[in-house]
T-cell receptor, first 116, second 116 residues
Framework: AQSVAQPEDQVNVAEGNPLTVKCTYS??????LFWYVQYPNRGLQFLLK??????LVKGSYGFEAEFNKSQTSFHLKKPSALVSDSALYFCAVRDSRGSTLGRLYFGRGTQLTVWP | EPEVTQTPSHQVTQMGQEVILRCVPISNHLYFYWYRQILGQKVEFLVSFYNNEISEKSEIFDDQFSVERPDGSNFTLKIRSTKLEDSAMYFCASSPGGTTGANVLTFGAGSRLTVL
């Protein structure tokens, strides 16, 4: 069964400091991994994805994520946080052997707060 | 940038009533989805729709639910005889065609349904 865990409901970080939002996953086959961000009153916006290849993927707004197969993790990172990064972040996984191209399994979300 | 639009943004209904949630996917996308998020819980897959038929549905998507693409632009979710536990944020999403599971879903802002 596919699942995603985001162990932290909230992450607080000072502006300018590095940030990490954690995600671990479970799938039967090879994972397709995604990060989405949600700002208030907006839809889930795509940040980045890992499909295959380089374990470090770069996405929008200076975010990056590192795929670690042995630890089944896909943590989201940014070297220097901005106040405007404050939002709700969702990690999602799809099994590469899944029958539906769009069925994603989401984590509960992590609320990131960057304080000035 | 193309968007998925959803209406209404918030709907309050009495238990037992029927509700229709509407979505306008991105015009050149071929796959359409509904997800929902009950307060405090994960975003959950409900159904995917392709070529005018359901391609996959979750165990949540029982006979109470139906989807339709009545014209070339709208994609609707109908919930019959609503129950208290149907209260949730409902997200519509769409994705391009192709056979790769790497397709990125674009989500709408959501429709918040409150059943009293």
């Amino acid at each position: 069964a596919q699942s995603v865990a985001q162990p932290e409901d909230q992450v607080n970080v000072a502006e300018g400091n590095p940030l990490t939002v954690k995600c671990t996953y479970s799938v039967s086959g090879n994972p397709y991994l995604f990060w989405y961000v949600q700002y208030p009153n907006r839809g889930l916006q795509f940040l980045l994805k890992y499909i295959t290849g380089d374990n470090l993927v770069k996405g929008s707004y200076g975010f990056e994520a590192e795929f670690n197969k042995s630890q089944t993790s896909f943590h989201l990172k940014k070297p220097s946080a901005l106040v405007s990064d404050s939002a709700l972040y969702f990690c999602a996984v799809r099994d590469s052997r899944g029958s539906t191209l769009g069925r994603l399994y989401f984590g509960r979300g992590t609320q990131l707060t960057v304080w000035p | 940038e193309p968007e998925v639009t959803q209406t209404p943004s918030h709907q309050v209904t009495q238990m037992g009533q029927e509700v229709i949630l509407r979505c306008v996917p991105i015009s050149n996308h071929l796959y359409f989805y509904w997800y929902r998020q009950i307060l405090g819980q994960k975003v959950e897959f409900l159904v995917s729709f392709y070529n005018n038929e359901i391609s996959e549905k979750s165990e949540i998507f029982d006979d109470q639910f139906s989807v339709e693409r009545p014209d070339g632009s709208n994609f609707t979710l109908k919930i019959r005889s609503t129950k208290l536990e149907d209260s949730a944020m409902y997200f519509c999403a769409s994705s391009p065609g192709g056979t790769t599971g790497a397709n990125v879903l674009t989500f709408g802002a959501g429709s918040r349904l409150t059943v009293l």
